[in-house]
């Protein structure tokens, strides 16, 4: 197998883009709300790009997709997965798009801390202990310090505080169910499937059930399911597990910092949404900690490398 390389300008302004395309999602989600809720959009979305990922999937010689070494783990990362982007969906209705995507982008926080309790190759350093609890701060900060406003708006938007949070928490966890299960070895396209056709599975009685399947439909909601089911669902996400295979993952990962900057820019552009001061203190102290968790190793070798220039 080849060795990855490091990032060149073709990869950095591809992986510029993509930030780009996941910061619009929450956003766009919530600007089509009116004519079609975020669930449904997400149900939709998540069927047509399965429908389009299939005819993708390379299994191994002697493998099935519905085979027992991989069903189970499928179903479980799939039923994560549509957990998710039910809280997402959710946290839309009661708190801004800006606020979710930041919350939602602390999922790297909760993987380091499950891996560091299952596997012994994953403990987490000092570095990253500060790092984590830099995070928490910020969270902290966002969520308490509030500006005064009426009980009923700061409980609807704490409640869609705590939903985006806890969306990240089941991204960190579909993140894990991927590392410690068979679909480890399996290929990106397939472990995609399973997340976008459960969700569709799941998603989908959902909205009925919550009186939330009514479509209006216009521009802008045929804008919004074009937008989320083949640019974001399907493209983008291929060409970032494309980008893992050629390039380094360390590397990339840097980039995806910028995403809910863009989130925050484009909540604020597009949606009119107000951020107040205590929410960007904390999202700065929360961006800081999660790009030290990941970015651990880098910080050492400079620090070493400073060490030794002292003496």
């Given at each position: 197998?080849?060795?990855?390389?490091?990032?060149?300008?073709?990869?950095?302004?591809?992986?510029?883009?993509?930030?780009?395309?996941?910061?619009?999602?929450?956003?766009?989600?919530?600007?089509?709300?009116?004519?079609?809720?975020?669930?449904?959009?997400?149900?939709?979305r998540?069927?047509?790009?399965?429908?389009?990922?299939?005819?993708?999937?390379k299994?191994?010689?002697?493998?099935?997709?519905?085979?027992?070494?991989?069903?189970?783990?499928?179903?479980?990362?799939?039923?994560l997965?549509?957990a998710?982007?039910?809280?997402?969906?959710?946290a839309?209705?009661?708190?801004?798009?800006?606020?979710?995507?930041?919350?939602?982008?602390?999922?790297p926080?909760?993987?380091?801390?499950?891996?560091?309790?299952?596997?012994?190759?994953?403990?987490?350093?000092?570095?990253?202990?500060?790092?984590?609890?830099?995070?928490?701060?910020?969270?902290?900060?966002?969520?308490?310090?509030?500006p005064?406003?009426?009980?009923?708006?700061?409980?609807?938007?704490?409640?869609g505080d705590?939903?985006?949070?806890?969306?990240?928490?089941?991204?960190?966890?579909?993140?894990?169910?991927?590392?410690?299960?068979?679909?480890?070895?399996?290929?990106?396209?397939?472990t995609?499937?399973?997340?976008?056709?459960?969700?569709?599975?799941?998603?989908?009685?959902?909205?009925?059930?919550?009186?939330?399947?009514?479509?209006?439909?216009?521009?802008?909601?045929?804008?919004?399911l074009?937008?989320?089911?083949?640019?974001?669902?399907?493209?983008?996400?291929?060409?970032?597990?494309?980008?893992?295979?050629?390039y380094?993952?360390?590397?990339?990962?840097?980039?995806?910092?910028?995403?809910?900057?863009?989130g925050?820019?484009f909540?604020?552009?597009?949606?009119?949404?107000h951020l107040?001061?205590?929410?960007l203190?904390?999202?700065?102290?929360?961006?800081?900690?999660?790009?030290?968790?990941s970015?651990?190793?880098?910080?050492?070798?400079?620090?070493?490398?400073f060490?030794?220039?002292?003496?």
């Amino acid at each position: 197998m080849s060795s990855r390389q490091a990032l060149d300008s073709k990869a950095s302004g591809i992986m510029f883009g993509l930030c780009i395309l996941w910061g619009l999602q929450q956003v766009v989600l919530k600007l089509a709300a009116p004519d079609i809720s975020a669930v449904m959009q997400i149900a939709l979305r998540s069927g047509l790009s399965a429908l389009m990922v299939y005819p993708m999937i390379k299994l191994a010689k002697g493998t099935s997709l519905w085979g027992r070494d991989y069903l189970a783990a499928g179903i479980l990362v799939g039923l994560l997965f549509a957990a998710e982007f039910f809280l997402v969906a959710q946290a839309l209705r009661f708190t801004s798009a800006a606020h979710t995507v930041v919350l939602l982008y602390t999922a790297p926080i909760f993987v380091v801390l499950g891996l560091h309790w299952k596997l012994p190759s994953e403990r987490l350093s000092l570095i990253q202990w500060l790092g984590i609890a830099c995070a928490f701060f910020g969270i902290v900060i966002a969520f308490l310090f509030r500006p005064a406003a009426s009980q009923a708006a700061a409980s609807s938007a704490l409640w869609g505080d705590a939903l985006a949070l806890l969306a990240g928490v089941l991204w960190a966890a579909t993140t894990i169910a991927v590392r410690l299960t068979k679909l480890a070895e399996a290929p990106a396209t397939q472990t995609l499937f399973y997340q976008l056709f459960i969700a569709f599975l799941v998603l989908l009685p959902v909205a009925f059930f919550m009186g939330q399947a009514t479509i209006h439909w216009s521009v802008l909601s045929l804008t919004s399911l074009l937008f989320h089911t083949v640019v974001v669902s399907f493209a983008s996400y291929l060409i970032w597990f494309w980008l893992l295979k050629k390039y380094l993952a360390s590397q990339l990962g840097v980039f995806s910092f910028l995403t809910p900057i863009f989130g925050m820019c484009f909540g604020v552009v597009l949606l009119n949404e107000h951020l107040e001061l205590n929410f960007l203190v904390g999202t700065c102290f929360v961006l800081m900690g999660v790009m030290v968790v990941s970015l651990h190793h880098k910080i050492k070798q400079y620090a070493q490398a400073f060490k030794v220039a002292l003496q």
